[in-house]
């Protein structure tokens, strides 16, 4: 037990305690004691009359390191950034995208300039579309800059409720994979918002074998199959003064899956892997590191029982660079199934989500973590931290490693030369 008021404190010489009155004025985690409060905590200092009220929207503070700060304006190898959306289909029912009509939010014209500085030789854009819409992203991205951009197809969940939906879906993606589609691309969609009336009813599991065609028809076309399945595990838990992402929930309650309406965090994590399992010819990128960055023994087990699993680091640097040591044993155990991905998303869209607002500074960030030493930086370009309140260091990766997770592990997946 520590005693409020040693007493050898309370005996203090004269000499002692005059030393202690004159250093009162120094710097508050050295501060002596102020003695003389009869009882009280000598260690205590005086509060203020009036508490100081600050809202922590309001705190943004700036951290006071003096360390090297390294720019690093271009990649060491040009870059596939697997991960943007610069398309998005038009129509969504309660979180499920529905119909063919597309909205665009960037076209090459603005893009490739960007691309230029910011030495990115592809952008592959996850969210293509189906049917005629999948036609017209390919036809204004893949058509006017060949080899820069590569389009995804998504699954056609407005056919979900037909008896023959599983052959529909297969259909789908082999027209998608004839007319020029990279891969397929799942957004949790799957198992957090399809249902079984589409947008009502009960949710569809993540491993329903409904969709086994769609997963068997990507293997036999080796298109790969991106999927973002879950959150982070903070969006599961209460949005309270315990939770480290309370900000970035208050400011997206819909991100929230906490409660018993809807599947656990591990529930989902669990019925991906029996879908990655059942069929090991299709190859799975497991979207921002499998939603399992805050947990990397967890997704380094996965990736140990299934040699068809790929990671990428979209969106989840704020994850691996507060955890730099472990990041980097990752990086160096996975080097040849890391994928670069930002998520990026062009403003307007972008500037409500800071960690993937398409931009140079996003680019530059992404470089510098993955290329210096430099220690606590901000992972996004925002005020406040947008992901939790911390900040990242940089894995130094050598440059084997960084040319594989860049570009070769991504041209070899896409069927790109390398
Ligand atoms: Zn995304």
Redesign the pocket.
């Known amino acids: 037990m520590i005693h409020a008021n040693p007493p050898h404190q309370r005996r203090l010489d004269p000499e002692r305690r005059r030393v202690l009155t004159v250093a009162r004025g120094g710097c508050g985690c050295c501060a002596p004691p102020m003695l003389g409060g009869g009882g009280k905590n000598p260690l205590q200092t005086a509060p203020a009359a009036r508490p100081a009220e600050l809202r922590l929207s309001d705190f943004q503070p700036r951290s006071m390191l003096h360390v090297p700060v390294t720019r690093v304006e271009k990649p060491a190898f040009p870059v596939i950034d697997v991960?943007t959306?610069l398309s998005w289909m038009s129509e969504t029912r309660n979180g499920v995208s529905l119909g063919e009509a597309m909205s665009y939010f960037a076209d090459p014209a603005e893009l490739l300039p960007l691309m230029d500085r910011k030495g990115i030789r592809t952008m592959v854009n996850?969210?293509g579309g189906t049917g005629r819409g999948l036609e017209e992203t390919i036809a204004r991205f893949d058509a006017v800059a060949p080899g820069r951009f590569r389009t995804m197809t998504e699954p056609s969940f407005e056919q979900f409720t037909e008896s023959d939906y599983p052959r529909l879906q297969a259909e789908a993606i082999e027209h998608a994979h004839r007319i020029g589609a990279a891969g397929l691309k799942l957004?949790k969609t799957l198992g957090l918002y399809l249902r079984e009336g589409i947008d009502q009813g009960e949710l569809v599991g993540v491993d329903d074998a409904r969709f086994a065609p769609m997963w068997e028809t990507c293997a036999a076309l080796k298109m790969p199959v991106f999927i973002?399945t879950s959150d982070p595990e903070a969006f599961f838990l209460p949005g309270n003064n315990s939770n480290e992402r309370y900000e970035e929930l208050a400011r997206h309650p819909d991100w929230s899956f906490y409660g018993p309406e809807y599947p656990s965090h591990r529930d989902l994590l669990s019925a991906r892997d029996r879908v990655i399992a059942r069929h090991p010819e299709t190859t799975f990128v497991l979207?921002h590191v499998g939603n399992q960055a805050e947990d990397l023994a967890a997704i380094a087990q996965c990736m140990e029982r299934h040699p068809n699993v790929h990671v990428d680091i979209?969106?989840r640097i704020s994850e691996l660079g507060r955890q730099p040591r472990a990041a980097r044993r990752f990086f160096e155990r996975y080097q040849d199934r890391i994928l670069f991905g930002t998520?990026a998303v062009p403003a307007p869209y972008g500037n409500d989500v800071p960690q993937?607002l398409l931009g140079d500074e996003l680019y530059e960030i992404y470089y510098r973590f993955l290329e210096t030493e430099d220690e606590y930086f901000d992972y996004a370009p925002a005020a406040v931290p947008p992901q939790g309140r911390w900040s990242i260091y940089g894995v130094g990766l050598p440059q084997e490693i960084l040319r594989k997770i860049y570009h070769d592990n991504a041209a070899r997946l896409l069927g790109m030369d390398r």
């Open positions: 991960h959306h996850l969210t957004l973002h979207m979209s969106a998520d993937q």
